[in-house]
Nanobody, 125 residues
Framework: QVQLVESGGGLVQAGGSLRLSCAAS????????VSWFRQAPGKEREFVKA????????THTDSVKGRFTISRDNAKNTVYLQMNSLKPEDTAVYYC??????????????????WGQGTQVTVSS
């Protein structure tokens, strides 16, 4: 069993930065792919970035390329999402998820076994 807790969200002005953390319990955390998803009000959940056990990174959302970076520290059981040059359209609840989806399925939320409770990110214009 793995429990995930996100933190680091908040209110920031456009152009600012935030670093989200996804802290996990459980000794097997390093064996999971961990991804960040986000959901804005009235919109469907959107895959943002994934990082595999080996550190391979996947990005599905063109809108965050070059601005968001995902990393993991297995010694600390934590995955990070560094978000730079934030835009108002990045406003959403951000969730981390852990599981073992195939590479081609990283963006499929139902492939993940564990989810955090989410952290709100609000970007003002």
């Amino acid at each position: 069993q793995v429990q995930l807790v996100e933190s680091g969200g908040g209110l920031v002005q456009a152009g600012g930065s935030l670093r989200l953390s996804c802290a996990a319990s459980g000794r097997t955390f390093s064996t999971y792919t961990v991804s960040w998803f986000r959901q804005a009000p009235g919109k469907e959940r959107e895959f943002v970035k994934a990082i595999s056990q080996s550190g391979a990174v996947g990005t599905h959302t063109d809108s965050v390329k070059g601005r968001f970076t995902i990393s993991r520290d297995n010694a600390k059981n934590t995955v990070y999402l560094q978000m730079n040059s934030l835009k108002p359209e990045d406003t959403a609840v951000y969730y981390c998820a852990a599981g073992n989806p195939a590479v081609g399925s990283w963006s499929s939320g139902y492939k993940y076994d564990y989810w955090g409770q989410g952290t709100q990110v609000t970007v003002s214009s």
